[in-house]
């Protein structure tokens, strides 16, 4: 069964979440985000690439946390003040990629992002955790076997559906996974 939290029909969530939104934010804090900052509308724990992690629907889109592996990614319709971002217009059409490189992650990531019709949303299916803000207005994320996630976010009001596939490697072959430490040099 698919972990989806769906409200009545009557009740879609915060009015403030359904507001007109012209760009989607995706960021890779350093720090786990904390949940309490969130209006988490659903959330399940998991596995990413062997080690847990935490996939919510919040307010504004989703976070995904994998603290053993130093990752951690806020995608969200409020702007986010994080090097590792990029934001993207909601126009069909529109595509941006995102990489992480840097040396005090366990894994680097690149997502695609890419703005479709309404039409091309699969629907919440076989997902991981979803949420349903209004008619046609939903949040998805999918695990993806070992190698990273995809997300769909609606908004019907702007006929577009946004989706992201992120996909995450290992870096390093140090002790836990951790990135190695750099090479010293040789003393002759």
Same mark, same amino acid.
């Given at each position: 069964?698919?972990?989806?939290?769906?409200?009545?029909?009557?009740?879609?969530?915060?009015?403030?979440?359904?507001?007109?939104?012209?760009? &989607?934010?995706?960021?890779?804090?350093?720090?786990?985000?904390?949940? %309490?900052?969130?209006?988490?509308?659903?959330?399940?724990?998991?596995?990413?690439?062997?080690?847990?992690?935490? *996939?919510?629907?919040?307010?504004?889109?989703?976070?995904?946390? %994998?603290?053993? &592996?130093?990752?951690?990614?806020?995608?969200?319709? !409020?702007?986010?003040?994080?090097?590792?971002?990029? =934001?993207?217009? &909601?126009?069909?059409? !529109?595509? %941006?990629? !995102?990489?992480?490189?840097?040396?005090?992650?366990?894994?680097?990531?690149?997502?695609?992002?890419?703005?479709?019709?309404?039409?091309?949303?699969?629907?919440?299916?076989?997902?991981? *955790?979803?949420?349903?803000?209004?008619?046609?207005?939903?949040?998805?994320?999918?695990? +993806?076997?070992?190698?990273?996630?995809?997300?769909?976010?609606?908004?019907?009001?702007?006929? +577009?559906?946004?989706?992201?596939? =992120?996909?995450?490697?290992?870096?390093?072959?140090?002790?836990?996974?951790?990135?190695?430490?750099?090479?010293?040099?040789?003393?002759?």
């Amino acid at each position: 069964m698919t972990p989806a939290s769906t409200p009545s029909d009557t009740d879609f969530g915060d009015p403030a979440d359904s507001t007109d939104s012209t760009e &989607l934010h995706v960021a890779y804090p350093q720090t786990p985000p904390d949940f %309490a900052a969130f209006d988490v509308k659903a959330l399940t724990p998991e596995t990413l690439l062997g080690e847990p992690c935490t *996939v919510a629907v919040v307010g504004q889109s989703h976070v995904v946390t %994998a603290p053993a &592996l130093g990752y951690h990614e806020v995608c969200s319709c !409020v702007p986010q003040t994080v090097e590792a971002s990029e =934001t993207v217009a &909601l126009d069909q059409g !529109v595509t %941006a990629r !995102v990489d992480t490189t840097d040396r005090e992650r366990a894994v680097t990531a690149t997502t695609d992002l890419s703005v479709h019709p309404l039409s091309s949303f699969p629907g919440p299916g076989d997902v991981t *955790v979803a949420y349903r803000f209004g008619p046609g207005a939903w949040t998805t994320v999918r695990l +993806v076997a070992d190698r990273g996630y995809e997300t769909y976010h609606t908004y019907p009001e702007r006929d +577009v559906a946004v989706r992201t596939e =992120t996909r995450l490697e290992r870096v390093g072959a140090g002790p836990n996974d951790r990135p190695a430490e750099p090479p010293r040099g040789v003393d002759r």
